[in-house]
């Protein structure tokens, strides 16, 4: 990832730090990371929680020590959601949040996510400031050490915030918690909203968070929908930031049709401001076209949904979010939340009076996405040969698909995606540029 001045981060990627613990992720990284937030706090707070792989505690007392040393204060929420330390960073008026969390890696890697003062991911200039503390290895200990701040409370404000979405009463909703730090929370706030709740995967064992559940597995709640005769389901990843559903028959509802429900509910009800939502550029194009049928604008941003939400609030846009399931409402939060917006989806196929399934029903496009494992990956989508190459495919396509190459913001990897009306020709587009990646570059 390229910082605002175009140099290149070494530590932060698309969403926060993030690797494997103990090689590229180390509780000195986030001593260092910790001890930055609380030199710039000035003797202010920093809100601490992590999900619960078992790298989570010894990080988040390594930042926390970090806060602490340099003079700043911690509120330690212990296991929560990312979008319950954003949240409660703004609502607690702490200078800054990080959360201990590696979202929907396996439970092998560990990253830190960091809030400011706003509840919003930082800025990159903000994100350069801490990359070069790492940098220096250089920690302040300040003359006043700070102080550990009782968090009693505090995560029932943010429950109260998911609950404001209204009552779940009448439905039936399976939950996969991925066993992850949804488990302790998502289950009670939906049957407190009123929802009758089946509950898949609520280990807190941290070996287990995200294997073969979640976000990623999505098939696991729709056959457990079914199975149950359940009116919805919906699958979080390990920090809860995002949420795949699936209806009634069992079809999945990924972040696209989530979007295309709520933008015709926001808009139905005139709070949707320019007609407009952001997406990214992974955003189907299945999805813009049936949004402009309901005159609805798509906006695209670069993958993130920090680009989302920059891009959210920067043009007073009130929704957004990815494929992948970060659904941001700005009505509630001004970041994804994968618990809430399953709420608020919930809500609004109650309010319809209409099943999931007949409220996202439209054509997407064929989406092939292929990754290739390569730790060259930003050089060789950078390659003018593979530019090339790529172009001559877009030529093929025409108007009927685009194609998309990046290097992953988290993983070592290059990634693939190609779409279009014909289902051929996405395969054909995506595995063509594969097997020249495979045939010209060393990986």
Not at 172 to 184: E, H, Q, S, Y
Not at 340 to 362: E, H, I, W, Y
Request: a negative charge; proline letters at 2%; aromatic letters at 6%.
């Amino acid at each position: 990832m390229s910082t605002q001045n175009g140099t290149k981060n070494r530590y932060f990627g698309t969403d926060g730090i993030r690797g494997v613990y103990g090689e590229s992720l180390t509780d000195s990284i986030a001593l260092l990371v910790g001890g930055s937030l609380g030199l710039s706090s000035k003797g202010g707070t920093v809100v601490v929680g992590r999900d619960n792989r078992l790298s989570g505690e010894s990080l988040a007392r390594a930042l926390a020590e970090g806060v602490l040393a340099a003079g700043g204060n911690v509120l330690d929420l212990g296991v929560v959601t990312t979008p319950c330390v954003a949240y409660l960073t703004a609502e607690k008026g702490a200078f800054a949040g990080a959360m201990i969390s590696a979202s929907h890696n396996p439970p092998a890697y560990n990253g830190i996510k960091i809030f400011a003062a706003d509840g919003r991911k930082l800025p990159a200039d903000r994100e350069a400031e801490i990359e070069t503390r790492i940098a220096e290895a250089s920690l302040t200990c300040a003359k006043t050490r700070g102080k550990m701040l009782s968090s009693r409370g505090a995560t029932e404000l943010y429950a109260d915030k998911v609950k404001s979405a209204g009552r779940l009463d009448g439905l039936k909703i399976v939950l996969d918690c991925a066993n992850g730090a949804a488990a302790a929370y998502a289950p009670r706030i939906f049957a407190d909203m009123g929802a009758e709740v089946v509950a898949l995967n609520t280990s807190s064992d941290g070996n287990l968070i995200n294997d073969g559940c979640g976000a990623l597995h999505p098939e696991v709640v729709a056959a457990e929908v079914v199975r149950q005769g359940a009116d919805m389901g919906f699958s979080f990843d390990g920090d809860a930031d995002r949420v795949i559903a699936a209806d009634e028959k069992g079809n999945i509802v990924d972040g696209d049709k989530i979007i295309y429900i709520l933008a015709r509910m926001l808009k139905a009800r005139g709070e949707l401001p320019f007609s407009t939502v952001v997406g990214t550029l992974h955003t189907n194009m299945g999805a813009e076209a049936a949004l402009a049928e309901e005159g609805i604008s798509l906006v695209r941003t670069d993958i993130g949904d920090h680009n989302v939400v920059a891009r959210m609030c920067a043009d007073g846009y009130t929704l957004g979010g990815e494929q992948s399931g970060h659904i941001i409402i700005g009505k509630y939060l001004d970041t994804g939340d994968g618990v809430l917006a399953g709420a608020v989806l919930a809500r609004t196929a109650l309010d319809a009076g209409k099943p999931l399934s007949q409220l996202a029903d439209f054509a997407i496009y064929p989406q092939v996405n292929v990754n290739i494992r390569t730790a060259r990956k930003d050089e060789i989508a950078r390659s003018p040969l593979l530019a090339d190459y790529a172009e001559a495919v877009r030529g093929m396509l025409a108007d009927s698909g685009r194609i998309m190459l990046r290097g992953s913001g988290t993983e070592n990897k290059l990634r693939i995606m190609a779409e279009s009306r014909d289902p051929f020709l996405a395969a054909y587009a995506a595995r063509s540029i594969e097997m020249f990646i495979r045939t010209n570059f060393t990986l």
